[in-house]
């Protein structure tokens, strides 16, 4: 920072490249207030030289901070939790100000930028601005504008700047359009090395993902409006190890039809080959996206075109348009309408195209739209198979998201659409691939065969089960005594979708399933659910949980789902364990601190 006269580090903390995306606008933002910013990640950066910080004059961290899983820090922030936790050095005269993002149906909302928050104070940090909450089951964008519009007023009265009023648009990376260009050195959808899909090379993982054939795609619901599926990719060769709970990460690719509308509209040649460079030299981002490549591989590969986008698209942030209707108001100055944004971006589920489509008078040019639009994410997946038994095969088990929305277009999910249409061998007779790699999770069977488990699953909240039958089967044919295994399942009709029934029923034949209990959720006058019949059973639970050192697992819907059991707990604690409310609320809270009630949820 020194080196190259910075003041500002923003450090992110990111799973899905929001707070990666949030910290890239705050540093950007610096140069309005005659600072110097730098967005930062803390994993390559040797954190134990955050007190140094005190010796650049008015200097500031910033922190974007996602909490991930069950309060975890993300990948990336998880060295810097440990630093924060395990160390007690002096950041006296360290600026900072946090911003979290979190998601209120889960029960450790924004623990992480929470945490990161206390602790810097703790350490003899300076909070120059309020802990800022993003709420992801809300709008996670309007929060973070609406902090950012007082974060930036406290920043000036404190060092004593002004904004310079220069509010038009910056152009983080310039447009360069090489004249001789060498095909071999242009990016065709690699997320690191060039040509690492021509020639892999372990370890795998996000930034050189596997290649795996598919083996298996069949659909698993008989009858019904939606499409779930099974999956299976073929690992062999790759070394890649998982274990079952694991969760696997594909990379998918975009719709093509909307790729070369966005082309058609912007009037734009998508096979040009191009290079955005960073106009900062010094940036250790050099690229928004892997560089040289073509625009038609920066839609297809690398960027989110598919979900509503972010107000940095066309705010002054961004394209500018004269003379704006009512509706562009919208996307050019949020603060004065974020109820326009929200009504008419997010929930009318207007992609980038739809946004062009309905507001003909904005139009950016493709490069700088490039620049703007997130990066396209990786989607994780409950693996639904066990390592020990299909070591060279991950099973995926997902349902295809499709609807229609108020403006009469039909929204498709972009991983679970590319992967439906995922033939096992093409018509040319190449076999369908599809890149992958696993990440580790907390959700892992108990050390004990012996220990009952108890699971709870409806949907494709199954998907983890699978694994964890197969491997209790498994631990069985090995001779060991394994505890009872019960499974909670639901879904609407017994002849429409019933996920693996046929398995189900010869787990419970083997004496694998102990416990098969299955809510149909439609097939009667009123609705039942998982909770339901966990009532029903409640005498039989509180002995597994209280008396037979039971595992409590639950795998689907955060929202209301995950939500509904865990009050079914409480009440089964008071009715049958003979517990008040609070009494019942802390022993399953107590259950989650030993790792005996564990959540695979998403919202």
């Known amino acids: 920072m020194k080196k190259t006269n910075r003041n500002m580090v923003v450090f992110y903390g990111s799973q899905t490249g929001t707070a990666e995306e949030f910290c890239g ?14 967005s930062a990640d803390p994993e390559e950066y040797d954190m134990s030289e955050l007190p140094r910080l005190a010796e650049i004059d008015n200097s500031l961290a910033v922190f974007c901070m996602a909490t991930y899983g069950e309060g975890d820090p993300t990948d990336n922030a998880q060295d810097f939790y440990d630093w924060m936790q395990e160390n007690g050095e002096d950041l006296k005269g360290v600026n900072f100000a946090v ?5 209120k149906t889960y029960e450790h909302f924004n623990a992480m930028g929470k945490y990161t928050d206390k602790r810097l104070e703790e350490l003899g940090g300076k909070r120059i ?7 992801d089951d809300g709008n996670l964008e309007e929060d973070f504008v609406s902090w950012k519009e007082q974060f930036w007023p406290a920043v000036c009265e404190h060092f004593g700047v002004e904004a310079t009023g220069d509010d038009t648009s910056i152009r983080q990376y310039e447009l360069v359009v090489p004249t001789d260009i060498n095909m071999n050195k242009v990016y065709t959808g690699e997320m690191g090395r060039l040509k690492s899909f021509e020639t892999q090379k372990p370890p795998f993982d996000a930034k050189n993902p596997y290649l795996a054939t598919v083996a298996v795609n069949r659909q698993l619901n008989q009858a019904g409006d939606r499409h779930l599926m099974h999956l299976e990719l073929d690992i062999s060769g790759s070394k890649i190890r998982y274990d079952s709970g694991d969760h696997v990460a594909v990379y998918p690719v975009n719709d093509v039809s909307i790729v070369n509308r966005i082309g058609q509209i912007l009037d734009a040649d998508l096979d040009t080959v191009i290079s955005l460079n960073n106009l900062d030299e010094e940036s250790n981002k050099k690229h928004p996206f892997p560089c040289p490549t073509t625009y038609r591989t920066a839609l297809t ?8 986008p972010r107000t940095n698209v066309g705010t002054p942030d961004g394209p500018r348009t004269s003379d704006p209707s009512p509706l562009e108001c919208m996307l050019l100055s949020v603060s004065l309408c974020q109820g326009l944004y929200q009504s008419w971006v997010l929930d009318a589920q207007r992609n980038i195209l739809a946004v062009l ?15 703007l639009l997130p990066r396209l994410q990786a989607r994780y997946y409950s693996i639904a198979s066990s390592g020990k038994v299909y070591p060279t095969m991950v099973s995926i088990c997902a349902v295809v998201v499709e609807f229609q929305t108020s403006t009469g277009r039909t ?3 972009v991983a679970t659409n590319w992967l439906k249409n995922k033939v096992v061998v093409t018509d040319n007779g190449h076999k369908a691939t599809v890149p992958m790699y696993v990440r580790k999770s907390q959700f892992r069977l108990p050390f004990k065969a012996s220990n009952p488990v108890v699971m709870i699953g409806p949907g494709t909240g199954i998907a983890p089960f699978m694994g964890f039958l197969q491997e209790r089967g498994w631990m069985k044919e090995q001779g ?6 019960i499974l909670y399942f639901g879904c609407r009709r017994r002849n429409e979708d019933f996920l693996y029934q046929q398995e189900l029923e010869e787990f419970e034949k083997a004496g694998v399933l102990t416990q098969l209990n299955v809510a149909f959720s439609r097939d009667q006058e009123g609705k039942v659910y998982v909770q339901h019949l966990l009532k ?15 595992h409590i697992y639950i795998c689907g819907d955060a929202r209301n789902m995950a939500r509904d059991v865990q009050n079914t707990f409480y009440d089964i604690a008071e009715e049958v364990g003979g517990l008040t409310h609070t009494q019942a609320v802390a022993y399953i809270k107590k259950l989650m601190t030993k790792g005996r009630y564990s959540l695979d949820v998403w919202s």
């Open 129 to 135: 601005y309020d802990l800022g909450m993003g709420d």
């Open 99 to 103: 911003f979290g993002l979190g998601n």
């Open 357 to 371: 489509e309905d507001m003909p008078s904005l139009h950016p040019t493709i490069d700088h739209l490039c620049e």
């Open 480 to 485: 060991k005594d394994v505890g009872e295994t």
């Open 536 to 550: 029903k059973n409640k005498e039989h639970l509180w002995k597994l949980i209280h008396t037979d050192n039971a």
């Open 25 to 38: 606008r705050l540093a950007k933002d610096a140069q309005r207030y005659g600072m110097r910013g730098m």
């Open 411 to 413: 929204f498709k999910g």
């Open 301 to 308: 590969h690398y960027l989110d075109i598919t979900n509503p």
